[in-house]
């Protein structure tokens, strides 16, 4: 296994971001779901190794965080790209990344410099590598974050909502991507993206609250919303959540009213279900 | 995008190979600071009005070379040494710039190093150029007429090696600055304390032996002759307390800058304590 969390929890004074959380994973694309303050960038962080968690074990790739020599040893061998990411002023995108190529201890500098054109061309961004940062799109800038986390063909990727800011295409294309990653390596991406998540990966974690809710396939989670989803011209009292759908009617989740006709759920909905419609859809009032 | 190819595992090479690529970055980014473009524009204004007076025949050409050197690099490239060295280890320090670069196997303390190898490599070898202009030129300055200490104060290679140990000292306040106290206006605050401050030892005296000039704004050891400025005529002799004073206010700097990393602090205490007490000896001791 990979990554092995064990009763990992995190506190920030006396607000508790996450409970005592345990998750074995190996090879392949590890999806986390979950509301805003669900929990998902403080156990991302603590897997990338920036915080260390209040109690419990974290065990990457055969190493243990607490030890600096093992913290080291996994930072070799991991990629990350942050939620949230800033950038030093001044620098182009390929001196960033060599910058980052630097740290993470590339020290032949033509060798150095091969492998930031190829994370560079990767994430399609070899034709604005020599331009200023600050003069980048928020898509080029996204894709800059997620190059230097290419770097070094890393054994654990740690992607915190890496698809924000990108366009339809690029997120494709990212998709793309991390699928030929995901051969022999893990990797973990946290999203609000639900299509992602279908499209990416076999197995998905939803965070709620601090604590793991679900643990298990795309499948099995849209599944727990079968014959709980419908749609009417309103909306109906049983229903924990109801959002406008394409074709004009209410889609709605919860218990449904007899005579309802139950359309088959989508990952979507078993998620919203699950976490009790505190999910990201703008809910329509009764 | 095109189609992902797997690249190159990482060769683990370690801490001291990579240093040397982080401190060259450091010293590239610390030297093409926008902050000594206004430096130079001040020396080349200063050159200009010294050729002036050695072409009208009021002051000797090595004379010149000197105090133009010696003034450049004292009162001008040393402060907003500074301000490069601060904002080139500000840059990476911000939160959110951090948060990829915390994954990284150099952590915050070799990043801080990294910095401090780059100071080395980029400005303090300006430092050491003047030094070697300095020294050179030295053997051929006249002295001021009238000024009888002066006439005798013939400046060695210590009093030289001071040039590149303050643009050393003045780098790496930058850095310690850039950890500790990373809010805005403290930089401005610093910069301007040690720049009138420094003016105010290099302001000549009247014929009362009054300076007039800020002296307050010093917050350091000084000493005044009558009828000269603070510090041109040294206790002669004194130059190898007063390179340590400095050195020792350097280094008290450089562990500054490393005590706000993680890591294990003990050592850089004991250094610390060390420091301060030669510090404060060579300051006593410099004045003779």
């Given at each position: 296994m990979d990554i092995h969390l064990t009763n990992v929890s995190k506190t920030y004074g006396r607000r508790r971001a996450l409970d005592p959380v345990s998750l074995n994973a190996g090879h392949g694309v590890l999806g986390l779901l979950g509301p805003n303050g669900a929990g998902k960038t403080t156990l991302l962080r603590i897997m990338a190794t920036v915080i260390a968690p209040t109690a419990g074990q974290v065990r990457l790739l055969g190493h243990d965080c607490a030890l600096p020599a093992g913290r080291a040893a996994?930072?070799?061998?991991?990629?990350?790209?942050?939620?949230?990411?800033?950038?030093?002023?001044?620098?182009?995108?390929?001196?960033?990344?060599?910058?980052?190529?630097?740290?993470?201890?590339?020290?032949?500098?033509?060798?150095?410099?091969?492998?930031?054109?190829?994370?560079?061309?990767?994430?399609?961004?070899?034709?604005?590598?020599?331009?200023?940062?600050?003069?980048?799109?928020?898509?080029?800038?996204?894709?800059?974050v997620i190059a230097q986390a290419l770097l070094g063909d890393p054994a654990l990727l740690v992607l915190d909502e890496p698809t924000v800011g990108l366009d339809p295409e690029q997120r494709l294309r990212f998709r793309d991507t991390v699928s030929g990653l995901a051969e022999g390596r893990s990797v973990?991406?946290?999203?609000?993206?639900?299509?992602?998540?279908?499209?990416?990966?076999?197995?998905?974690?939803?965070?709620?609250?601090?604590?793991?809710?679900?643990?298990?396939?795309?499948?099995?989670?849209?599944?727990?919303?079968?014959?709980?989803?419908?749609?009417?011209?309103?909306?109906?009292?049983?229903?924990v959540l109801a959002w406008r759908s394409e074709g004009g009617g209410l889609r709605q989740i919860g218990v449904p009213p007899a005579g309802a006709e139950p359309v088959p759920p989508s990952l979507e909905d078993g998620y919203l279900l699950l976490v009790g419609g505190t999910g990201e859809r703008q809910e329509v009032p009764a | 995008m095109s189609t992902i190819t797997v690249g190159q595992r990482l060769p683990l090479v370690g801490w001291s190979a990579?240093?040397?690529?982080?401190?060259?970055?450091?010293?590239?980014?610390?030297?093409?600071?926008?902050?000594?473009?206004?430096?130079?524009?001040?020396?080349?204004?200063?050159?200009?009005?010294?050729?002036?007076?050695?072409?009208?025949?009021?002051?000797?050409?090595?004379?010149?070379?000197?105090?133009?050197?010696?003034?450049?690099?004292?009162?001008?490239?040393?402060?907003?040494?500074?301000?490069?060295?601060?904002?080139?280890?500000?840059?990476?320090?911000?939160?959110?710039?951090?948060?990829?670069?915390?994954?990284?196997?150099?952590?915050?303390?070799?990043?801080?190093?990294?910095?401090?190898?780059?100071?080395?490599?980029?400005?303090?070898?300006?430092?050491?150029?003047?030094?070697?202009?300095?020294?050179v030129v030295a053997p051929f300055?006249?002295?001021?007429?009238?000024?009888?200490?002066?006439?005798?104060?013939?400046?060695?290679?210590?009093?030289?090696?001071?040039?590149?140990?303050?643009?050393?000292?003045?780098?790496l306040l930058g850095i310690a600055l850039a950890r500790w106290v990373p809010v805005p206006g403290a930089l401005p605050l610093v910069v301007l304390t040690l720049w009138f401050g420094t003016s105010a030892?290099?302001?000549?005296?009247?014929?009362?032996?009054?300076?007039?000039?800020?002296?307050?704004?010093?917050?350091?050891?000084?000493?005044?002759?009558?009828?000269?400025?603070?510090?041109?005529?040294?206790?002669?002799?004194?130059?190898?307390?007063?390179?340590?004073?400095?050195?020792?206010?350097?280094?008290?700097?450089?562990?500054?800058?490393?005590?706000?990393?993680?890591?294990n602090r003990r050592g850089l205490w004991i250094v610390a304590a060390i420091a301060f007490v030669v510090t404060g000896l060579a300051g006593w001791q410099q004045l003779g």
């Open positions: 996994i930072r070799r061998r991991l990629g990350y790209v942050p939620q949230e990411c800033g950038f030093p002023a001044g620098f182009t995108g390929f001196e960033y990344v060599d910058y980052v190529a630097i740290l993470k201890e590339w020290a032949d500098r033509r060798t150095r410099h091969d492998e930031v054109r190829r994370v560079l061309a990767v994430m399609g961004l070899t034709d604005v590598a020599g331009r200023r940062i600050r003069r980048l799109s928020g898509g080029m800038r996204r894709r800059l973990v991406v946290s999203t609000h993206q639900t299509e992602d998540v279908v499209a990416l990966c076999p197995r998905v974690v939803v965070l709620h609250e601090g604590g793991i809710r679900y643990d298990g396939s795309p499948s099995g989670l849209a599944a727990m919303a079968d014959g709980r989803v419908w749609t009417a011209a309103d909306r109906d009292p049983g229903a | 990579s240093a040397g690529g982080l401190g060259r970055v450091e010293a590239r980014r610390m030297l093409r600071h926008p902050a000594y473009w206004f430096g130079l524009a001040w020396l080349a204004s200063l050159l200009t009005n010294l050729a002036i007076d050695v072409v009208r025949g009021r002051d000797e050409m090595w004379n010149v070379v000197y105090g133009a050197t010696l003034l450049a690099v004292c009162l001008l490239y040393a402060p907003l040494t500074v301000i490069s060295a601060n904002r080139v280890a500000a840059a990476t320090y911000r939160r959110r710039v951090r948060e990829p670069l915390d994954a990284a196997p150099l952590d915050d303390r070799q990043r801080t190093i990294g910095a401090i190898l780059g100071l080395l490599r980029g400005p303090v070898l300006v430092g050491v150029a003047a030094m070697v202009i300095m020294s300055t006249a002295p001021e007429a009238g000024d009888p200490v002066n006439g005798i104060y013939g400046r060695g290679v210590l009093e030289h090696l001071q040039v590149p140990v303050l643009v050393l000292g003045a780098g030892l290099y302001a000549p005296a009247d014929a009362n032996g009054v300076v007039h000039a800020p002296t307050w704004f010093a917050p350091w050891i000084t000493w005044a002759v009558e009828n000269a400025s603070l510090t041109v005529d040294h206790p002669v002799g004194q130059e190898m307390w007063h390179l340590a004073y400095l050195l020792g206010l350097t280094l008290l700097a450089g562990v500054a800058a490393l005590l706000r990393t993680p890591g």
